[in-house]
């Protein structure tokens, strides 16, 4: 069923006459219901529900479109449709999400059919973007790459993207259900935040399968994701993944949208019922039919197969040489640049978080380039991060400093991946019409103030995140300085959270003291660094280690003792 | 400006809606008609405001014009009217981190 397309490139999965002809009618489908809606014969109110089907939402100042980029990978021509989408139908620029898609801000509802006409021709969509449904899965950005990999997480997100599109069963979900999945050692996909995370693992023989985590989510309640299984192996995943859904399906709170996650029912529930719940249902479902079919899943995997590398020693003469020369190059390197599995290739991250810029947002020209640096660099394919950065993952080491010149040319060069400029955002009041405060001026304001890239490497590891309002698409909650947005009678006011980590050891942060205006924001962060830097043991200490050791106390101290 | 003085009695209000088409920013202007600018906006005391939108929601749904129909109210900042809250007048001139986009763009709308 499942072909490699004319010209395909490795990384990148083509999809079937079966996928594009499902597309190519949602699209049309999606066309007549404008139509209706335009000419009066649907209410909003029934057409609401269908275009947010189509990734369509009302914002403040138009309408608001995401697209699906199905576990962060796309290709280079993908990308370039994106560019010419952003030109010819919204302002010049999108903005790259959490989730791994891209959002245009700019949209009418009446150029959105031909939009979807025209990503279809690279077989792309907005379908599971939004509504009750299972949502586009997220994976690590550094699949098929990562030093540290146990299996391929493209196979497995891929494998799900076929089994839940159109699902009957999970396509009216009591609320939506959003899936990560991390196929390495180190979790780079916040697998414990999502409703199901996935965490690869081998068991005592060395095979591998999965840990399901169950139950994480931010929001308005926000929890960690609970252990539910230790390890299932690879043909069971989707069995035991239905499981799971099925006892969501039927447990669920549909009464009530705030109780509606699989979040609350775990919670509610308790783990041990939860999981014996899911358990029972697993036990009825395990058999031939809910078992993956290993011709099925090696053909899926087949998409995947490593891109073509060249035998290359580890060691690169020109890249050493242009560290030596060129210290802006070092210091990216060192930042933004890991390790690959491949001797002679490395991983590079593109920032999208220059200082002072608006976190996530890339205009239709950086999108052209970074397609053609794609192609020249990378075989063609190229990833989103959920921080709201891209990636290319399969650099020839001896081509890093080219890569990096044409980058920094371009305003793509930051050297700040995972430092205190690399600062997650949501759209905020400036374009969300669910905000209370907007969250980019702070993004813009601390990045400014810590631009110097010193500064950002002595600070080390410390990830912020702003969020416009308590849904948290920002995922303040697990920041190691979370920011969130709240309305005081009309003022912008700001909560600042310390201790949140997005990673296996993931937490919440804590609320260290009351809501501060946007000005006094940026200082209290500045504040904050500075007793970190003043307290940490040494420059190993992360932020939240210092914090977890010596306690709030000392940062409260400084923030609020002036009042 | 304060909170409080936002809310006093006497301040206006004006109504607006997204446009069903392109999601525009629209108001309601002089004689029911719908306008981009706010500061073609009609404004009404605020006791008035509420009789006013019902039938122009009424009609602006019934002619698939718009949708999101409400008021929000005005002050007076400098002798000139603004939206009180920073969500209209962020819908009214467009996004803050981005001066060269929305309506704030086309010179007609002093931010
Ligand atoms: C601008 C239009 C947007 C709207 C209307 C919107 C709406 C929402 C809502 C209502 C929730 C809470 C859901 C719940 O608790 O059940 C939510 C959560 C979330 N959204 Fe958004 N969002 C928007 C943009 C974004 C963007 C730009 C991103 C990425 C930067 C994003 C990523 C997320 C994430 C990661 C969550 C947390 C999921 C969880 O609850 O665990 N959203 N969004
Ligand atoms: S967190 Fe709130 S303000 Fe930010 S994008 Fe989500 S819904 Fe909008």
């Known amino acids: 069923m499942n072909h490699i397309a004319p010209g395909a490139r490795a990384g990148i999965y083509h999809y079937d006459e079966i996928d594009r002809q499902f597309v190519a009618e949602r699209v049309e489908q999606f066309r007549k219901q404008v139509d209706r809606r335009l000419s009066g014969e649907l209410t909003e109110e029934e057409f609401k529900p269908i275009r947010l089907m189509n990734g369509l939402y009302l914002q403040l100042h138009a309408y608001m479109l995401r697209i699906a980029v199905p576990y962060g990978v796309m290709s280079a021509t993908q990308l370039r449709k994106l560019s010419a989408i952003g030109r010819k139908y919204d302002r010049g620029y999108g903005h790259f999400t959490t989730r791994q898609n891209l959002q245009y801000n700019w949209i009418k509802l009446e150029d959105t059919p031909a939009i979807l006409h025209e990503l279809a021709e690279v077989d792309m969509h907005a379908l599971q973007t939004s509504g009750n449904c299972v949502r586009n899965v997220t994976t690590d950005p550094f699949v098929g790459a990562a030093r540290d990999e146990v299996v391929d997480g493209r196979v497995y997100a891929e494998i799900l993207r076929q089994w839940t599109t159109m699902h009957p069963e999970f396509t009216y979900l009591p609320r939506k259900f959003k899936i990560a999945i991390s196929g390495a050692e180190s979790d780079r996909a916040a697998v414990r935040i999502h409703d199901v995370g996935l965490l690869a693992r081998r068991n005592d023989k060395g095979e591998p399968g999965f840990s399901f985590y169950v139950g994480g989510g931010l929001g308005r309640s926000p929890f960690v994701g609970k252990l539910v299984r230790e390890w299932v192996a690879q043909e069971d995943f989707v069995a035991y993944l239905e499981a799971i859904l099925r006892v969501y399906n039927q447990y669920g709170r549909r009464d009530n949208i705030y109780k509606a996650r699989i979040k609350i029912l775990v919670h509610e529930l308790g783990l041990e019922k939860f999981t014996q719940e899911v358990e029972e249902e697993f036990a009825r479902l395990r058999g031939p039919k809910y078992r993956l079919d290993p011709e099925i899943v090696d053909g899926i995997r087949q998409h995947f197969a490593p891109p073509p590398f060249e035998e290359l020693p580890d060691h690169s003469e020109a890249l050493e040489r242009a560290r030596a020369s060129n210290p802006a190059f070092a210091n990216w390197l060192a930042v933004n640049v890991a390790e690959h599995k491949a001797p002679g290739y490395a991983i590079a991250t593109i920032s999208l978080k220059p200082a002072g810029g608006i976190p996530g947002d890339a205009t239709c020209d950086q999108m052209d380039l970074v397609a053609d640096l794609a192609e020249r660099y990378s075989f063609g394919e190229l990833r989103v991060t959920h921080v709201q950065n891209l990636v290319l993952a399969h650099v020839k080491k001896d081509e890093l400093y080219d890569l990096w010149k044409q980058l920094d040319a371009a305003g793509l060069g930051s050297a700040n991946a995972g430092l205190i400029g690399d600062i997650i955002a949501c759209p905020g009041l400036d374009y969300c019409a669910l905000a209370n405060a907007r969250s980019i001026p702070l993004a813009q304001a601390i990045s400014a103030r810590f631009a110097d890239p010193v500064r950002q490497r002595t600070i080390g590891e410390l990830g912020i995140k702003i969020s416009g309002c308590i849904n948290a698409c920002g995922h303040h909650h697990v920041g190691a300085i979370g920011i969130l947005g709240v309305d005081k009678k009309g003022t912008e006011y700001y909560q600042i959270t310390v201790g949140g980590d997005p990673t296996l050891t993931t937490a919440i942060g804590d609320i260290l003291g009351p809501a501060v205006t946007e000005t006094e924001a940026v200082d209290a962060i500045e504040a904050i660094v500075d007793v970190y830097l003043a307290n940490r043991s040494d420059e190993s200490e992360r932020f939240i280690d210092t914090l977890a050791r010596v306690g709030h106390a000392p940062f409260k101290e400084r923030i609020y003792a002036a009042d | ?111």
């Open chain 2, 1 to 111: 400006m304060s909170a409080k003085d936002r809310s006093k009695e006497g301040s206006m209000k004006a109504i607006t809606a997204n446009r069903l088409r392109d999601g525009e920013v629209v108001f309601l202007g002089e004689g029911g008609r719908w306008v981009e600018s706010f500061a073609e906006a009609a404004l009404f005391p605020r006791a008035e405001a509420d009789d006013v939108l019902a039938p122009a929601k009424e009609k602006a749904e019934r002619e698939q014009f718009a949708v999101d129909i409400y008021t929000f109210e005005v002050v007076e900042q400098d002798g000139v009217p603004v939206p009180a809250t920073m969500r209209e007048r962020i819908r009214t001139a467009g996004p803050t981190v981005r001066l060269d986009l929305g309506k704030q763009s086309l010179g007609k709308q002093a931010a």
